[in-house]
């Protein structure tokens, strides 16, 4: 655990140029990485954080297994959809699995997620409706989900701007004397914002039950995250009084040992931490990016070979629970999620039309009912041109 | 001459502005090894080096705050900021520094600043996307604000505004990006506060800008039909509006109907109503009419052609300024 800052290792940036470039970096040492299960599906004992995991059983480790595998099919078979022309636009989490299932089975049910818009797996575990992941990137809505049903905001797509929100929320659980923590999620690029920099002010201001979870993905579209931070991001909370913890995001036991000290942390009154889990963004930013331009080959089969599932299925099979049975389930169940998903897709319906005008307002609003009132007329008097 | 869409004339404009002055510089997210999300800095950083095209951290305040000291010290920088809705974190910077420093330090700050922003909807994208900000900047003293609509423009435009020593916000109408046109790179352009007329006509003056004079060109085209003459104005300028050239068209014609995507109330179509009816009151047969995007948050996409002007949303405000049945006339309005 950071509670100081380290001498950095610095990188020579008295700089000929003024530009960072990712050629000029420094590598980001990582000996306080915590991982606790290897790419290789190696189990290593770190008391400090063992303890937090002791219940992860064979059983229980095979369903976070299974909700990896069903939220990798959900990401291809929307990448699919978006190819076929059913949904404009999809994000993939591609290679993130870990990170956020780890960190969301954590939760409690009164504990409140701010995401951005990267987590459909998070929102997979918070039991969203598998329709309401999609009404954002089919274009028929502009959120798809009730926040108070899953326990889970709608993402934020101005980047950064959640983690205000969930610190405000923080706030307020430790007014109403109850012991539920808000978790935001953000990218590495959304650390460069002024919104996260002055949640974690607030936070530690306040001393609010809340988790700043980054999943450094090393990408922020094309600029990778050496041109946001020149030091680890865990590196720069503590400097404003938020402890952290710099996991092994593609090691689901890691980020449940770590999500679990942090919010052990909040819930008794020791306000916010920061959690970076090291992940990689395998897929393109969204369906629109081309990676080709400006990523690196080797470095992509680098963490290839780091997949989260992979050590997870490599332990299990060591451990003797992937049974020819289990695997059949869970395929079984994977395609059947995977086809709930597309039908639900295809069988989406564009809204009425006088539906832009709903829900502007909680309360009446007479500039834009007469607006409302004109354009209906419009719509039929040009019904009636056409007919 | 060359035909060029509208994305890759702003490139060549950026390209023709880097050469010439060692002092301009481009400053955003993703526009170096990406070239951009639209691709219109492509191959610059390749050609002029990451000292010159500069992807910056992911923070618009960062980006436009940094721009400000830059220009200080007497740089040129050329801000892209990735789309309309992604603006507000730097709305600070421009309002309260970038605005005002020039009238702050009685003339002796010059801020040459330019601040690229692909605007306005129509390409089905999610929110946030699909805006357009403009009022908020015309409104705001110490800012030039301009907007183009084809290819020969881009070119011209930005390089004007990267030339000029006030800031400008450079609004590109991001759906128009690969519309193709001929553009002479030596053209002697307009001054960059005039307004354009598109096209002449007698009846009915349509003003338009940025997306939307190729739907008011259109609209122009499907009225012949019904006999009508509109001319239309692309205006260019949303600071300062180049009042004289509508003003002049409204005096011919009588009739003046304003169609922008952004939302109605406090928008620019209100402006041009209010002082063209002051200029030219008596030249007026009807009220002015505009048609604009509702006073709604931008809907989703698929919904999109219920909030965005279109030919026909156009052809009934011209039906309504000339006394022709229209789709509010059972409330007498015509
Ligand atoms: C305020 C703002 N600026 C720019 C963007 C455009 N944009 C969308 S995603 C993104 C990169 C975000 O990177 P990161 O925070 O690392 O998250 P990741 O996408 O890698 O999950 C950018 C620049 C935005 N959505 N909001």
Redesign the pocket.
């Known amino acids: 655990m950071r509670t100081s800052v380290s001498e950095p290792e610095s990188p020579d940036l008295t700089d000929k140029s003024g530009v960072v470039d990712k050629s000029d970096l420094v590598t980001i040492p990582n000996e306080d990485l915590v991982q606790l299960l290897s790419p290789e599906g190696v189990r290593s004992d770190q008391p400090d954080y063992d303890s937090w995991i002791e219940d992860i059983t064979s059983d229980r480790l095979v369903s976070l297994y299974e909700d990896m595998v069903i939220v990798r099919r959900i990401d291809v078979e929307a990448t699919a959809l978006q190819r076929q022309g059913e949904l404009a636009l999809w ?1 993939p989490l591609l290679g ?1 699995e870990a990170a956020q299932i780890g960190s969301a089975r954590a939760l409690r049910k009164d504990d409140f997620a701010f995401s ?3 987590e459909n797996a998070v929102a997979y575990c918070r039991g969203v409706k598998l329709v309401d992941l999609l009404r954002v990137w089919r274009g028929t809505a502009n959120s798809g989900w009730n926040p108070y049903e899953i326990g889970m905001a709608t993402p934020a ?5 959640q983690t205000l929100h969930a610190t405000g929320y923080a706030i307020a659980c430790k007014k109403d004397g109850v012991d539920s923590v808000a978790i935001a999620y ?6 460069s ?1 002024g919104d996260p920099n002055e949640a974690m002010i607030f936070a530690a201001s306040f001393n609010a039950p809340v988790i700043f979870f980054c ?3 090393q ?3 094309s ?1 990778p ?1 050496g041109l ?1 931070a020149v030091r680890s991001i865990a590196d720069r909370a503590p400097g404003f009084g938020v402890p952290s913890m710099r996991v092994d995001g593609n090691d689901i036991l890691a980020v449940t040992a770590a999500t679990r000290i942090a919010l052990d942390r909040a819930r008794s009154g020791g306000g916010p931490t920061f959690i970076e889990a090291v992940t990689y ?1 395998m897929g393109p ?2 369906t629109s990016d081309d990676p080709s331009r400006y990523e690196d080959r080797a470095e992509h089969e680098e963490w290839a070979m780091k997949d989260p599932i992979l050590r997870v299925e490599r332990y299990l099979e060591t451990e003797g629970a992937l049974t020819p049975e289990v695997r059949a389930a869970i395929a079984a169940k994977s395609d059947a999620v995977a086809a709930e998903f597309r039908s639900a897709c295809v069988e989406l319906e564009n809204p009425e039309p006088l539906s832009v005008f709903d829900n502007i307002y909680a309360e009446p609003h007479t500039g834009l009912d007469r607006q409302k009132r004109d354009y209906a007329a419009y719509l039929s008097y040009i019904e009636g041109e056409t007919r | 001459m060359s035909e060029l869409t509208l994305s890759k004339a702003i490139g060549a404009g950026l390209r023709r502005s880097l050469e010439e002055n060692d002092h301009v510089l481009l400053m955003g ?2 526009i170096g090894a990406l070239g951009g ?1 639209f691709r219109v800095t492509d191959g610059l950083k390749n050609d002029f080096g990451p000292e010159r095209v500069m992807d910056t951290p ?1 923070a ?1 305040a960062g980006i436009v705050g940094t721009a400000i000291g830059m220009a200080f010290r007497g740089y040129r920088p050329v801000v892209e ?3 309309d ?2 603006i ?2 730097a709305f600070d910077q421009i309002v309260a520094q970038l605005a005002k420093l020039h009238a702050r330090t009685g003339g002796k700050v010059r801020v040459p600043l330019t601040i690229r922003v692909p605007y306005g909807g129509g390409i089905g994208a999610v929110e ?1 996307h699909s805006e357009s900000p403009e009022a908020y900047f015309a409104h705001t003293a110490g800012l030039r604000v301009v907007t183009c609509s084809n290819p020969q423009d881009a070119y011209s435009m930005i390089r004007q505004a990267i030339d000029s020593d006030d800031p400008v916000i450079f609004f590109e109408p991001k759906r128009r990006y690969w519309v193709k046109g001929e553009v002479d790179l030596d053209a002697v352009p307009l001054p960059l506060g005039k307004a354009r007329v598109a096209l002449e006509g007698t009846d009915v003056t349509l003003v338009a800008y940025g997306p939307l004079v190729a739907t008011a060109l259109d609209a122009a085209a499907a009225a012949v039909d019904d006999g009508l003459s509109i001319e239309v104005i692309d205006l260019r300028s949303l600071s300062p509006i180049d009042f004289d050239t509508v003003e002049a068209s409204v005096r011919k014609t009588g009739r003046l109907v304003i169609t922008h995507e952004a939302a109605q109330s406090g928008g620019l179509g209100a402006e041009i109503a209010a002082s063209i009816t002051d200029r030219c009151f008596f030249s007026l047969e009807a009220a002015p009419a505009r048609v604009t995007g509702f006073d709604i948050p931008y809907p989703p996409s698929r919904l999109e052609e219920h909030f965005l002007p279109d030919l026909d949303r156009i052809l009934d405000a011209v039906d309504r300024v000339m006394g022709r049945e229209n789709s509010l006339t059972p409330w007498g309005a015509s």
Do not use: M
């Not at chain 1, 797509?157 to 701007?161: D, S, Y």
């Open positions: 994000a993130q951005s818009y990267r797509v101005i980047i950064g701007a953000f990218g590495d690029g959304a650390t914002q999943q450094n993905n990408w922020a579209i600029e995250v946001q963004r930013h969204t | 997210e993703d999300v992911l618009e900021i990735q789309f809705g992604f507000y974190p946030h």
